[in-house]
Structure formats: C-alpha cells, structure tokens
C-alpha cells in the first residue's frame, strides 16, 4: 500500500474521469443531431448534405491536383465528364419523346473536346461545324430508314435538338480547354471553377439561412432573391482574392471577374432548372449520390467557361506579373 498522499489529502478536488460508455453517449448525441439537421437540409434542398460535401471535396481534389502539377489530366477528366453530360442530357431527351442518337452524339462529343486540345482555335471550329454536320445527317438518315411515319415538324425538332446538344455540352466545356491551353491557362481555369463554386456555396447557404423571396419561382422554387445576394458577395470577394493572389490582376478586375462568372453561373443553374421543369425531371441522373447527375454539376460551369475565355483576353493586358 502507497504511502503517497491524495489528492484530497494535498487539498485538491478530485476530478472525476468520464467513463467510456459517457463518452459514446455524447458521440452518439451529436450524431444524432447533425443527423436531424442534416435531415432537415435534405428535406428542404432535395440534397443529402454529408454525401454532397464529400463527393464535391473528392471531385475538387482531382481538378485541383491535375491543375497544379500537370495539364493533360484535367483534360481526361474533362472529357469524361462532357460525355457522361452529353449521354445523360441525351437520354432526358429521349424519355421526352425525342429521337436522338447517343452513339453519333458522344462521337462528336470526343470530337470536339479533342480539337480544343489538340489543334488551333480556328480549326476547333471547324470541328464543331462538322460534329453538328455529322450528327443532323446521321439523324436524317436513321429517319429515313426507320419510315414510322414521323412528320416533318417532328422531325425538324429532331434535328435542331441533336445540334443543340452539341452546342450545350461539349462545345462549352471544350471552352475550357481553350483557356487551359493559354499562357497561364492553369491558373485561369482553376480561377473561374473556384468562382463559380463559391458563387454557388454562397446561393446555398445565405439562401438556407435567410431565403424567403423566390427569385423564379417558375423555374426553380428553391432559389430565392437572398440567396443570389449571397452568391454575388461570394463570387465577387472570391474574384478580388484570386485576381490579387492568383491571376496577378488589379483588384478592381477581380469585381469584373466575379460578376461577370457570377452571371453566367446563375444563368447556366437557371438555364439547367428550366430544361428539366421542361422535361419533367427533377435531376439527369442519380449518378452523383447528393448532386444529382454529372450535368447537374456542370449546369452553372459550362457557360461560365466561355465568360471566362473572354475574360482572359480583355484582362491579361492589365496583368501586374
């Protein structure tokens, strides 16, 4: 037996030590209430929360790693991403009653993209001219040869739908591709998606918190007049950063970058929100468990890659370094 003295004996209080089974109790209590809210968001987004964050910081991750140290992966996964885009805007079409072709679709799709990386702009162009070519003929053709009957309205839509398709998805992502392949391209293109992401976490949140005026209640209900303030104070302080840090721009440019990104990106989500009411979806897919589909997610970046192409050449002039 010890003859130490306590710690009651020296005149200091015993502090008791939590037990293992008090400790899991409050682990368990706080998942249960991050549970419960995280509930509540869903209810009122549509979104799972937990799985949207880590799925979005694993998709950031590799943008961001390909960006940094090397160019052509982010042009793999761009890639990727415009034909899973392509595929899943074509099969929405097709369960609205259009006759679309996916394989000819995806064919043009891979032409595009590749022409924005490998050849001069003027002949990325032309790519685009003869993937939209391809895709009307092959339609036509494939009409001719199914004879059901289908009148010549319907079938004109068929046609403008198929070009359309191409426009949308991979003549606007190959846009990116265009700027990753300008002087200081990498830093640009990073620039503009951390804009539009932050435009878009701004719009999420405020509009979380604070949103009661819908801002297109016809279109999306959800959105709300809130909730683009606080994408507009996101974006734009985002811009002032990267045009200081990043971009070696005078800070005012930065007000120009992130308003004009901010414009493109609202209209792109909107844009996206409007075709879907229109299809009667609610999502393109249920690939990216918390966003939706792959188109989903490009909605507010595909137009806001063309703003930023433009950006480039108006604003490098003023660069500082």
Known sequence: MSDAPSDSELGKPDVPVPSAS????????????????????????????????????????VVFVSL??????????????????TFELTRALQGAGRHLDIVPLLIAGTVVMAA?????PSLH???????????????????????????????????????????????????????????????WVMA???????????????????????MAPKISPKKTWEGFAGAALFAVAAGILLAWLMLGLPWWAGIIFGAVILGTATAGDLGESFLKRDLGIKDMSSWLPGHGGVLDRLDS?????????????????????
């Open 22 to 61: 008090a400790f899991e109790q409050q682990v368990a209590h706080a998942r249960a209430e991050f549970d419960q809210a995280n509930e509540r968001i869903k209810a009122r987004t549509g979104r799972d929360l937990l799985l949207a964050i880590a799925i979005g910081l694993a998709i950031g991750g």
């Open 68 to 85: 940094v140290f090397v160019g052509w992966p982010f042009a793999v996964f761009a890639l990727a991403a415009t034909l899973l885009g």
């Open 116 to 120: 924005a990386w490998f050849l001069a």
């Open 125 to 187: 162009w032309v790519a685009l001219f003869a993937s939209i070519a391809f895709v009307v003929v092959w339609r036509l053709v494939a009409q001719m040869s199914a004879r059901d009957g289908r009148r010549y309205g319907a079938v004109l839509d068929d046609v403008l739908v198929s070009g359309f398709v191409v426009v949308y998805v991979p003549f606007l992502a190959s846009l990116a591709l265009v700027l990753l392949g300008q002087d200081q391209g990498s830093w």
């Open 192 to 214: 503009f998606l951390i804009v539009t992401i932050a435009a878009d976490t701004g719009a999420y949140a405020t509009g979380l918190l604070l949103g009661k005026h819908p």
């Open 301 to 321: 970046i595909l137009p806001s890659a063309g703003a930023a192409l433009a950006l480039y050449y108006l604003l490098t002039p003023l660069a500082v370094i």
